[in-house]
């Protein structure tokens, strides 16, 4: 993860991060990776999700810390969208 920017922000938001979403995203990336290390099972369960095959040698957890990141992302107004 670049110190200065986020790869995942600018393809959601077409723009750079300010200090304090860069502070928040990187915030929650730190939560969602604490809750699923201490719940397994939801992170396992997450993965399963969807209509994609499920991929192996990814760190579920991992995995899962980042669809909760680009998850609060995509229901941000800001997020751009296409019809």
């Known amino acids: 993860m670049c ?3 986020l790869w995942v922000f600018r393809q959601v938001m077409s723009r750079r991060t ?3 979403e860069r502070v928040a995203i990187i915030g929650l990336l730190r939560e969602a990776r604490v809750a699923f290390h201490a719940d397994n099972t939801a992170a396992k369960d997450l993965a399963k999700t969807g209509i994609s095959p499920q ?3 990814i ?3 991992e ?3 980042w ?3 680009c998850r609060a992302l ?3 107004s800001e997020a751009m969208s296409r019809e």
Do not use: C, E, K, R
């Open 67 to 69: 669809t909760q990141v």
């Open 3 to 5: 110190s200065s920017d």
């Open 59 to 61: 760190d579920t957890v």
């Open 63 to 65: 995995l899962a810390a």
């Open 74 to 76: 995509m229901n941000l």
């Open 18 to 20: 300010d200090p304090t």
């Open 55 to 57: 991929v192996t040698g």
